[in-house]
């Protein structure tokens, strides 16, 4: 999944097979590894709330979604990182 980060737009047939293949759900699985929380999402965005819309229960929990889809991100409550003393 390493391609998100790369231009595949000059990549011929496998360009094509990787926009026919890779869905938003890859974006978001992707992007929700904890490992990957700091990897830019480069243009990601656009499918990953279309896919927050369309996949809850109303505008309002899509909302939701994306607020905490972006706390995550920015790993703030209840996302943030453990400290152990």
């Given at each position: 999944m390493i391609l998100i980060m790369i231009d595949i737009s000059n990549l011929g047939s496998f360009s094509e097979r990787f926009k026919r293949q890779v869905l938003a759900i890859h974006y978001v699985a992707f992007y929700l590894t904890p490992e990957n929380f700091r990897?830019?999402?480069?243009?990601?965005?656009?499918?990953?709330?279309?896919?927050?819309?369309?996949?809850?229960?109303?505008?309002?929990?899509?909302?939701?979604?994306?607020?905490?889809?972006?706390?995550?991100?920015?790993?703030?409550?209840?996302?943030?990182?453990?400290?152990?003393?």
């Open positions: 990897i830019p999402l480069n243009g990601a965005e656009d499918k990953l709330f279309d896919f927050f819309l369309r996949y809850s229960k109303s505008p309002e929990n899509a909302r939701t979604l994306r607020m905490q889809f972006m706390s995550f991100r920015n790993q703030e409550t209840p996302f943030q990182l453990m400290r152990w003393c």
